[in-house]
């Protein structure tokens, strides 16, 4: 079964940093997308980056800039590095996997969309105070 576990949330005034982090475990493919999503209440689940096992890592338009995605494979870790926060970044902050075997793999969407994500975790609380 797999598992992942966010941390690293919690309050920060504006213009302040954050670095979440997300670890994985169970039973895994080499070849996956890993994620992060936020959900702000009353909005919908929003993609924020897609790191694929390949190390590539792509972002919508929207979330260009200060936020960056990065893995440590050795510690089947995902971290998001939050800068220059804003009172509107205040969410629930998610980490999603989609393992696929590599004889199907085909690399991963440029946009993260959360019905392609098999796996989350059970979110972590992010608070931007302005």
């Known amino acids: 079964e797999v598992q992942l576990v966010e941390s690293g949330g919690g309050s920060v005034q504006a213009g302040g940093s954050l670095r979440l982090s997300c670890t994985v475990s169970g039973h895994i493919y080499n070849t996956y997308c890993l994620a992060w999503f936020r959900q702000a209440p009353g909005k919908e689940r929003e993609g924020i980056a897609v790191i694929a096992s390949d190390g590539s890592s792509s972002y919508p338009d929207s979330m260009k800039g200060r936020f960056t995605i990065s893995q440590d494979s050795a510690k089947n870790t995902l971290y998001l590095q939050m800068n220059s926060l804003k009172a509107e970044d205040t969410a629930i902050y998610y980490c999603?996997?989609?393992?696929?075997?590599?004889?199907?793999?085909?690399?991963?969407?440029?946009?993260?969309?959360?019905?392609?994500?098999?796996?989350w975790g059970p979110g972590t609380q992010v608070t931007v105070s302005s």
């Open positions: 999603a996997a989609d393992f696929v075997p590599a004889n199907l793999w085909v690399g991963c969407p440029a946009v993260p969309v959360q019905y392609e994500y098999n796996f």
